[in-house]
C-alpha cells in the first residue's frame, strides 16, 4: 500500500471513530509503528488531524462519535484537567455536571480522592460511577435515553430550575473570545446554558481542540464564568487579555503531548 492511500484511510478511520492508537493503526495496515508515528505526525503537520501520546484524533468528532471513542481522546490531557479540577471543590458541594467525557474523568477523580458531594446530571455514566461511591449522591434528571453518549437528553429543561448548586462543570464544543461559549448539539447546549443560569460559579473543562472554535448553538458569554481548565493555550496573551477583563482564572495543566 502506497503511502497517500495509507493517510487517506487514517483520516477516513478517524472521521468514523473519533481517535485511534498507533498499535490499532499499525495492526489494521500492517505495517511498523515507526511508519504509523510519521504518517500521523506528516497528518499533524497538515492541520488535518490532531496527534497525542500514542495516537491521535480527529478535529472533526462531536457528539454523534459514540461515547466509547470520545472517551479514548485526550485521556491523558482529560485526566490532568480532573486533577486540577478536583482540587478547587470542597467537601459538601453541589455540582451540575454535564455528560462530557471529561466531565466524567473529573467524577472518577472525585470519588478516588473521597468528595463528599452532591452531583445534579444527566449523564447516565455518572450515575453509574456513583453506584459504588460511598460519599457521592447524584440526581439524575430525566429524559430520552441516548445510548451512543450514556446520557439523557432532557425534555423539560424547566425542570432544572427546581435545583441550585455551588458549581456549574460543564465542557462545551466551542470557547471562543469574541463568541463565547457554544456547542453544537442542540440539548447539550440547552442544558449547560441552564447549569450556568443555576449555579453559583461556572468551570469550563476543555481540551485544546475546543478553544478558539465556534460551534452552532448559544450557551454563554465568557463573563459568565469563574474559570477555564485546559491543558494548552496557543494565543495564551490574547486570554490572558480577556480573563483580566472578565476576572476568570485560567489555568493551564500538563496533560503530556504526543
Not at 8 to 28: A, H, Q, R
Not at 73 to 101: C, H, P, V, W, Y
Not at 145 to 163: A, E, F, G, H
Not at 225 to 230: K, L, P, Q, T
Amino acid at each position: 500500500m502506497i503511502r497517500f492511500e495509507r493517510l487517506g484511510i487514517i483520516e477516513d478511520f478517524l472521521k468514523t471513530n473519533g481517535s485511534v492508537t498507533v498499535n490499532e493503526l499499525s495492526k489494521t495496515l500492517k505495517v511498523s509503528k515507526e511508519t504509523i508515528r510519521k504518517d500521523l505526525d506528516f497528518l499533524a503537520s497538515k492541520r488535518r488531524i490532531g496527534r497525542v501520546h500514542g495516537g491521535a484524533y480527529s478535529f472533526e468528532y462531536d457528539s454523534s462519535v459514540p461515547y466509547h471513542a470520545r472517551e479514548k481522546m485526550l485521556d491523558k490531557q482529560k485526566n490532568a484537567i480532573a486533577r486540577f479540577t478536583a482540587n478547587l471543590i470542597e467537601d459538601g458541594k453541589i455540582l451540575f455536571m454535564d455528560s462530557s467525557t471529561t466531565s466524567t474523568s473529573l467524577l472518577r477523580r472525585l470519588i478516588s480522592d473521597n468528595k463528599k458531594l452532591t452531583i445534579i446530571t444527566n449523564s447516565l455514566e455518572a450515575a453509574n460511577l456513583a453506584l459504588d461511591a460511598k460519599f457521592i449522591t447524584v440526581f439524575l434528571m430525566g429524559g430520552e435515553l441516548d445510548k451512543d453518549n450514556r446520557s439523557l437528553n432532557i425534555m423539560d429543561y424547566s425542570t432544572i430550575d427546581k435545583y441550585n448548586a455551588d458549581y456549574a462543570i460543564i465542557s462545551p464544543s466551542g470557547v471562543d473570545i469574541q463568541t463565547g461559549i457554544t456547542d453544537q448539539d442542540p440539548v447539550e447546549s440547552q442544558l449547560r446554558k441552564k447549569f450556568l443560569e443555576r449555579a453559583r460559579k461556572t468551570i469550563l473543562v476543555i481540551d485544546h481542540t475546543k478553544l478558539n472554535t465556534v460551534s452552532t448553538f448559544a450557551v454563554g458569554n465568557l463573563e459568565d464564568i469563574d474559570g477555564i481548565v485546559i491543558d494548552s493555550i496557543p494565543n495564551i496573551e490574547e486570554w490572558n487579555t480577556v480573563k483580566s477583563e472578565y476576572s476568570f482564572f485560567i489555568e493551564m495543566v500538563d496533560g503530556g503531548s504526543k
